[in-house]
């Protein structure tokens, strides 16, 4: 709440769940704390301002928690396609300025406000595990910067306004991921924005701030780019080589150097991330050629190289028992999966199927498993393979079959699923936590972190994601990059990654209280008050359900925790 007082500026206190448009009116309700939370957990809320003169306000804090707390400024992109216009849903389909990117603060910790206008900061508490437990006061000030910015024209400064909210920290911790969270991060998208040439030392540094960043959202699987991946490029063109094998051919035997997938894998691990994925060892939609792949510094494989060739069956037999051998050695048996081709349709299953026993042959299924995103049962029903990963619209389609792991994935703004797309309200994203539980799936995929290029990467230099948010007009914006590429080789995170983020979180506080009370009283809090089962594609609508299940479950673990 803020404080009565002559400050000319218009504050209101708002839950992460909303989205603030440059527009004169605003009609989100205002945030009633308490917000409750785990030790180790994040939690955000939003300010929102308005002001009748652009000016620069400085945000300050005063709580206990504030070594934890860091302010962004929500700032604005253009979007052309922001979602479906078909979702009953949505916030709007039409072209204009959609809330995305979160701006570390100007220098001196600086917040550029517009005229007459909403604007917000995103408020951030990342809670250590260690946090002190308790309801603690947040007390943030908005005064007039004319100390950090003078300003030529000597408007008097405004009164100071005082914005407070409690956060109650519980003295229960947010049990480990358990989630196998997978963000499909393109190596050569980082190579391409940034000018570096591959695997200089530059690349490296800005790798690690890309990988730390990803663990701190729960994205915990490393995409791994052994060779370049065949994903979203256009038949016959290549995206930029970005290939961690060396590979060397002489008289027909293949040597392989694995430092470089070394230096990636311990710097992952460096960052947070636990498990890896292997890139597709066929083409995407249909397993029809091999991939791009260089041989003593050439390319040997790609487009026109058919799947079944058995020069690239030769590569892989002698290639996958050594992999094997130095993943092993790595420790990452059970933490590690393969792919064959992604998204085949039922026209490519026989393909397919032959595609996959090439690669099964040398994978053991128990230590390297092989996932593919593929929505189509019948893959299942013919034994071709035990492990999809099939959209989240046809998820119910694999009801009942024996399935060896349970995993999902969406991409876009598909109808009544959960979505992070930026004409989507972010209830709908957020939702995707309690799904994930109420499903008890394992995995959860995405194709894109940061796939800063145009569809089929037909463009890929010169290509500004801060302008074009929709991979060429292509794609609904929100779909294509959880990040933008910030100036310094830093990542700029986005209001929709740290919702997506808080969703994974969800996950995590429910697998706490079944740990504590059972799946049948934690099941309890999600369903209390419905008469039919909470799924994905029907479940309550709004953002009310979301904070309800939220303020039940806490209630109910701040009272385990009394006892």
């Not at 939609?285 to 060739?309: C, H, M, Q, Y």
């Not at 060429?472 to 310094?488: A, K, L, R």
């Not at 994905?536 to 309800?548: A, R, S």
Request: hydrophobic fraction near 40%; glycine fraction near 6%.
């Amino acid at each position: 709440m803020s404080e009565p007082s002559t400050y000319p500026f218009e504050v209101r206190v708002l839950s992460d769940l909303e989205k603030v448009f440059p527009t004169r009116n605003l009609n989100a309700p205002e945030l009633i704390g308490p917000l409750y939370a785990l030790r180790g957990e994040r939690v955000s809320f939003q300010i929102a301002v308005k002001s009748p003169c652009s000016t620069y306000l400085v945000p300050e804090v005063a709580s206990i928690l504030k070594p934890y707390i860091t302010i962004r400024s929500v700032e604005c992109v253009p979007c052309d396609n922001p979602c479906s216009p078909d979702d009953p849903d949505i916030i709007s389909a039409e072209p204009g300025l959609y809330p995305d990117p979160l701006m570390p603060l100007a220098r001196d910790n600086v917040f550029c406000l517009g005229a007459r206008y909403w604007q917000a900061l995103w408020v951030t508490v990342s809670l250590p595990p260690d946090a002190p437990a308790g309801r603690h006061p947040i007390a943030i000030t908005l005064r007039t910067a004319t100390e950090e910015v003078p300003t030529p024209w000597g408007l008097p400064p405004a009164p100071p306004v005082t914005i407070s909210l409690d956060l109650e920290v519980l003295p229960l911790a947010l049990p480990p991921q358990t989630l196998w969270s997978c963000s499909w991060f393109y190596l050569d998208c980082l190579e391409s924005h940034y000018r570096t040439n591959p695997f200089e030392e530059r690349f490296w540094e800005i790798l690690a701030n890309y990988l730390k960043d990803m663990a701190l959202h729960g994205v915990n699987v490393a995409f791994t780019p052994l060779w370049t991946p065949e994903l979203d490029t256009a038949v016959g063109h290549e995206r930029p080589t970005i290939q961690l094998l060396g590979i060397t051919e002489k008289n027909g035997i293949y040597s392989f150097d694995f430092s470089l997938l070394k230096r990636y894998i311990d710097l992952a691990r460096q960052c947070g991330i636990e498990y890896f994925e292997m890139v597709h060892a066929f083409t995407q939609w249909g397993a029809t050629a091999a991939p791009k792949i260089l041989v003593n510094g050439v390319r040997r494989f790609g487009w026109e190289t058919p799947a079944d060739s058995p020069q690239y069956q030769e590569f892989l037999d002698q290639l996958l028992p050594k992999l094997v051998d130095f993943l092993r050695s790595e420790g990452l048996a059970g933490k590690c999966f393969f792919h064959n081709s992604d998204e085949p349709g039922l026209k490519d299953l026989e393909k397919y199927r032959d595609s996959l026993r090439r690669l099964q042959k040398h994978l053991p299924d128990d230590e390297f498993p092989i996932f593919d995103a593929l929505s189509e049962p019948e893959f299942v029903r013919q034994g071709v393979t035990y492990r999809p990963i099939p959209h989240t619209a046809h998820l119910s389609a694999f009801d009942g079959l024996p399935l060896k792991a349970r995993w999902v994935y969406y991409c876009g703004g598909g109808l009544k699923d959960p979505s992070r797309v930026l004409g989507m309200p972010s209830w709908r994203n957020r939702s995707l936590g309690i799904l994930l539980y109420a499903h008890q799936l394992e995995g959860f995929l995405h194709w894109g972190h940061n796939f800063w290029f145009s569809q089929y990467s037909v463009h890929q230099e010169n290509f500004i994601p801060w302008l074009n948010t929709t991979a060429g007009h292509s794609f609904t914006g929100g779909d294509s990059f959880n990040v933008y590429p910030g100036p310094d080789g830093h990542p700029v995170d986005t209001l929709h990654y740290e919702v997506f983020a808080a969703a994974l979180q969800d996950q995590r506080a429910l697998q706490l209280y079944e740990q504590l009370a059972g799946r049948e009283k934690t099941m309890a809090i999600i369903q209390e008050g419905l008469d039919r089962p909470v799924k994905i594609g029907d479940h309550p609508k709004g953002p009310e359900w979301l904070q309800d299940v939220r303020r039940r479950l806490y209630q109910a673990l701040k009272a385990m925790a009394n006892c």
